[in-house]
């Protein structure tokens, strides 16, 4: 979730917008957006995806190597 939650936050500050106004335009909760901007680990996926979309981009399943 960090590396989501570092290109959110670059990408949002790319565009010069607010924490508060990127929340507006995505459609989530301010206090959503800032927990997924500090890397919060459990986080609804539907609305990690609702902020991804601005960038057109979509987070989904992928397959994590165990040793």
Do not use: H
């Not at 989501?4 to 957006?33: C, H, N, P, W, Y």
């Not at 890397?39 to 996926?45: C, D, F, I, S, W």
């Amino acid at each position: 979730m960090r590396k989501i939650a570092k290109f959110v936050k670059q990408q949002r500050k790319s565009l010069k917008i607010t924490q508060e106004d990127f929340a507006l335009k995505t459609g989530v909760g301010l206090r959503f957006l800032r927990e997924l901007e500090q890397g919060k680990e459990t986080l609804r996926m539907d609305k990690v995806n609702q902020v991804l979309q601005m960038f057109g981009y979509e987070a989904g399943p992928t397959k994590i190597e165990i040793d």
